[in-house]
């Protein structure tokens, strides 16, 4: 019988399903838990509060949220999706942009990678302030550069037409680098022969771009478009700072949060918003995905 | 090698951690060489003047208590920051003075509306706050008034210690207006005169917060002076209970005259803000108005922003009225709201030293200088907040003041627009007329309530 790393036969009996039975417990406790728990919490109108009742009241949460009663869903999972869209679709985008100018060799072009990432390390509260500060309408310095272009004033984020577009620009300049790092592996792990084969051919930048790059970086843009779609599906962090989810900006990650966290806080309702999100998450997590992987098997 | 023998190094170093910990434990909370050992935990929000007052009061606590260490935690309430650092002080028990917002009334709706409370209701409600209608500190307090503001099946769950004029009140540099020769305003066409007068000189007259709503303290103000019109101050709680029921039963409704008429006058105020000010946040607001001193006369913010305003520039002659919102001058009053109230969970450590705490907190020369570092109007009756010039006007003002009207009740996952006209939208901040606004705020309270 050869020896067993782990040492005796009881003690290898052992060892295995302490190594589960460690990481699973923290699975259980913090994660596993919380989630039975919403699931519970949005069956009842309980405040969130220690001590007070969980007062269970059937789908009476769900029932205000598919009614007339409720206004607030619908325009939330509207922003939502207008937010997840925009902000996915320009942040690959803007990756790839980068991806595609710095992925060079050199000294220089590693430090301006490191620079686009930066952000990305910054706290969202920081980013948050750092941005409201800058589009102060009076005192910022956003406001000196709109004077002097559009000669009038905005109230930048405070502008109903304008709000949701900064929230998703604030949030491209904060992820875009992460894109960036992906669509750099990606383009790394494209063999040289192919370009070779395509320059051979005849082929031009945009043509080698089209028919060799773009396809090869499939798996990069599955990666990308996924992650960002369900990084900025929860997002309310950084929306929270910048404009409260007023002017038109309150998705339903924020709405949740506002529900069971605010001032009256309600976790029994947030709890149900938390569900409504994981659904929604879960329709377009799986559609992307199935979508996704389709395109990657065609190319 | 067997592996028992990291096992048993692994449970020997685990063993004595665990009893390293309670013996560090133990010499927080039990007792010492140099007797006993306690600690007190305070939380507050921060507002600049009541956190430099509760550290002071905090070190003359430690100082009278000889073995007590006041433990204070603090944090904005901006981005819900309170809300989770109180909720977490809560959850682990381990709070045993806490400020919260007074609930007033309007949070324990009827049993016929089927609303929860949420909140510090909800705490008071299950039983989860003491009720500190008995304590001897108590007697220093209007009664009525705390009642009003944190009273619940005739108990009082905690000390109302700030008031303040929040709707329709503004600041004003003195000089600024002395320059055109006007006084504080009376009544609602004198104020709108000099706004005219001020926009006609080149000034924008009226600064605020848009981005966080303070445009709604116009609404607010109008509306409070406009439906106590006629009324005994005492009266205010009676006319919040009457239009939530009114409201309740269908026979009043956001699209009544008169909130039109209310939301006309908030729209002729309105043309007078700083064009921009929809971008202006809460935090920044106070700040740029006191530093701008050659523009921007009039502010629309709470007084509880005193010290940030005489932080921001110590030499701004500044005062505080509050917006005439009628043409009757008697009836421009100060609607004045119920603000940070101390409570005591039931779960606190140590109740004891909490109402010694409490007890020294409600000395009225302590409490003198808690109104002076606050800006809040005195909650006891032997006390006022005199000696800061720009009171003069509010200190003329208090004896006929009320409790601010509170809105209906609102069902949980109600339509914003329920709770009333929605300031983001209404023009000019928005783009949708007044008539718009109110009949969608009318018809999503209907769809709210079930009717």
Not at chain 2, 251 to 256: K, V, Y
Request: glycine share 10%; hydrophobic share 40%; charged share 15%.
């Amino acid at each position: 019988m050869s020896r067993c790393p782990f040492g005796t036969s009881r003690t290898r009996r052992f060892i295995p399903w302490a190594s589960i039975a460690i990481p699973g417990i923290g699975w259980l406790l913090f994660g596993l838990y919380p989630s039975v728990a919403t699931i519970g919490y949005s069956f009842t109108r309980y405040s969130g509060l220690p001590g007070t009742p969980l007062n269970y009241c059937g789908f009476c949460n769900y029932t205000t949220a598919f009614t007339a009663l409720s206004g607030e869903v619908w325009p939330a999972i509207k922003t939502t999706l207008i937010y997840v869209a925009g902000v996915t679709i320009l942040q690959t985008a803007v990756g790839l942009g980068l991806a595609m100018l710095l992925n060079r060799p050199g000294r220089s072009y590693t430090f301006y990678r490191a620079l686009i990432f930066m952000p990305q390390i910054f706290s969202v509260a920081v980013v948050g302030t750092i941005f409201a500060l800058i589009l102060d309408p009076v005192m910022g310095p956003a406001e000196n550069l709109w004077h002097g272009v559009f000669h009038s004033t905005s109230a930048f984020l405070g502008d109903n037409s304008l709000a949701l577009p900064l929230v998703m620009l604030v949030n491209i300049w904060m992820f875009s680098g992460y894109s960036m790092l992906i669509y750099i592996a990606g383009l790394r792990n494209i063999p040289k022969p192919v370009y070779e084969a395509a320059a051979l051919d005849g082929a031009g930048k945009w043509r080698v771009f089209r028919h060799v790059t773009w396809p090869l970086l499939a798996p990069a843009t599955t990666v990308n478009v996924f992650l960002t779609a369900m990084g900025t599906l929860g997002e309310y962090a950084l929306i929270l700072v910048l404009t409260g989810g007023n002017f038109g900006t309150k998705t339903l990650g924020l709405y949740m949060y506002d529900s069971a966290f605010g001032g009256n806080s309600q976790l029994g309702y947030g709890s149900m918003l938390a569900i409504l999100q994981f659904g929604l998450t879960l329709v377009i997590g799986g559609g992307l995905l199935f979508g996704l992987r389709r395109r990657e098997i065609q190319l | 090698m067997s592996i028992r023998r990291p096992v048993a190094i692994a449970v020997v170093t685990v063993v004595a951690a665990t009893t390293a910990a309670a013996c560090s434990s133990s010499k927080s909370s039990g007792s010492g060489s140099s007797g006993p050992k306690e600690t007190l935990t305070v939380a507050e929000w921060t507002n600049p003047g009541a956190v430099d007052f509760t550290k002071a009061l905090n070190a003359q606590f430690e100082k009278a208590h000889p073995g007590v260490t006041v433990n204070f935690q603090n944090t904005s309430t901006a981005n819900g920051a309170w809300g989770q650092l109180s909720t977490s002080l809560l959850q682990s028990k381990s709070v045993d003075v806490l400020a919260q917002f007074a609930p007033t009334q309007k949070a324990f709706p009827p049993s016929f509306t089927n609303i929860k409370p949420g909140g510090p209701a909800a705490l008071i409600e299950a039983g989860q706050l003491v009720d500190l209608k008995d304590q001897p500190f108590m007697k220093n307090y209007d009664l009525t008034a705390q009642q009003a503001a944190v009273g619940y099946n005739g108990g009082v769950y905690g000390v109302m210690a700030a008031e303040y004029a929040g709707a329709g009140s503004i600041w004003y540099k003195k000089d600024l207006i002395a320059k055109y020769n006007m006084t504080v305003p009376t009544t609602f066409s004198e104020f709108l005169a000099d706004c005219a007068q001020l926009k006609a000189a080149g000034k924008t007259p009226i600064f605020l917060a848009g981005k966080v709503g303070m445009q709604g303290g116009i609404w607010q103000g109008i509306e409070n002076q406009t439906l106590m019109a006629g009324k005994q101050p005492t009266d205010s709680v009676q006319v919040s209970s009457d239009r939530a029921n009114a409201f309740w039963q269908g026979t009043q409704n956001w699209n009544a005259q008169t909130y039109k008429d209310i939301g006309a006058k908030y729209q002729q105020v309105m043309q007078y803000i700083e064009p921009a000010a929809s971008g202006v946040d809460q935090q920044t607001a106070p700040g740029i108005w006191a530093v701008k001193t050659d523009d921007y006369p009039f502010l629309l913010d709470g007084s509880w922003d005193s010290a940030t305003i005489l932080k921001a520039n110590p030499k701004l002659n500044a005062g505080l009225f509050v917006l005439p919102g009628t043409d009757n001058a008697a009836d421009n009053r100060v609607p004045v709201k119920p603000d940070l109230t101390w409570v005591v969970p039931t779960s606190a450590p140590h109740k004891d030293l909490a109402m010694q705490w409490l007890a020294m907190f409600s000395d009225p020369a302590n409490y003198q200088s808690w109104l002076k570092a606050t800006g809040s109007m005195s909650t006891e009756p032997a006390v006022s907040n005199t000696g800061t010039s720009w009171m003069d006007w509010l200190n003329q003002h208090t004896s006929d003041s009320f409790v601010q009207l509170t809105t209906p009740w609102i069902p949980q996952g109600a339509s914003n627009d329920a709770a009333g006209p929605d300031y983001y939208k209404l023009s000019p901040i928005g783009s949708d007329s007044l008539d718009t606004i109110l009949n969608r705020s009318a018809s999503a309270y209907t769809k709210s309530i079930g009717k």
